[in-house]
T-cell receptor, first 112, second 116 residues
Framework: SQTIHQWPATLVQPVGSPLSLECTVE??????LYWYRQAAGRGLQLLFY??????ISSEVPQNLSASRPQDRQFILSSKKLLLSDSGFYLC???????????FGPGTRLTVT | QKEVEQNSGPLSVPEGAIASLNCTYS??????FFWYRQYSGKSPELIMS????GDKEDGRFTAQLNKASQYVSLLIRDSQPSDSATYLC????????????????FGKGTLLTVNP
């Protein structure tokens, strides 16, 4: 069966510090991968999605970036965090040509 | 106009009752519809998918789709306190036109509270 991992589970970072969140999927090949952010009181916002290694599409212009160095690994990064980057970051995957998305456990980021 | 709209709630129902959650969407080209359940502090969990007009049943859950009215709903029969969560509606255009067709658009969710 497929499993998706995210780490860390929680993170407290000062403004201006860098960020690296990692997501890995097990039990499937060539998944589509997604990064979402859920801010307090707001809906799920799609940040990035990827249909293959090195293929990243950005949905929202911001100080975040994403990379996919391996087929089942998706990384979300920032060089300098802003207060507005606080939120619940969720990685999701889907099988190619199927639209159901499955979410990882998430990383709760607080920027202070 | 918001792409996917849901009543934010809270929707409060007594234990054993039917909970009815509603969602409307603006894109007439939408083809795939999903319901996710999100417990407080946890990530969303897919509970239902529906692609064709009509009803789809899975245990205590029934999803209903009416593409002409651009409306999708979720019924939870015999509601339990463990059903208390935020329910997210998600929509996909699904036109097989490239990577972007895999994107889901989410509503902000409806908070359901089931009272013992």
């Amino acid at each position: 069966s497929q499993t998706i991992h995210q780490w860390p589970a929680t993170l407290v970072q000062p403004v201006g510090s860098p960020l690296s969140l990692e997501c890995t999927v097990e039990g499937t090949s060539n998944p589509n991968l997604y990064w979402y952010r859920q801010a307090a009181g707001r809906g799920l916002q799609l940040l990035f999605y990827s249909v293959g290694i090195g293929q990243i599409s950005s949905e929202v212009p911001q100080n975040l970036s994403a990379s996919r160095p391996q087929d089942r690994q998706f990384i979300l990064s920032s060089k300098k965090l802003l207060l507005s980057d606080s939120g619940f970051y969720l990685c999701a995957w889907s099988v190619r040509s199927v639209y159901e998305q499955y979410f990882g456990p998430g990383t709760r980021l607080t920027v202070t | 106009q918001k792409e996917v709209e849901q009543n934010s709630g809270p929707l409060s129902v007594p234990e054993g009752a039917i909970a009815s959650l509603n969602c409307t969407y603006s894109d007439r080209g939408s083809q795939s519809f999903f319901w996710y359940r999100q417990y407080s502090g946890k990530s969303p969990e897919l509970i239902m998918s529906i692609y064709s007009n009509g009803d789809k049943e899975d245990g205590r859950f029934t999803a209903q789709l009416n593409k002409a009215s651009q409306y999708v709903s979720l019924l939870i029969r015999d509601s339990q306190p463990s059903d208390s969560a935020t329910y997210l509606c998600a929509v996909n255009r699904g036109t097989y036109s490239g990577g972007s067709n895999y994107k889901l658009t989410f509503g902000k969710g409806t908070l359901l509270t089931v009272n013992p």
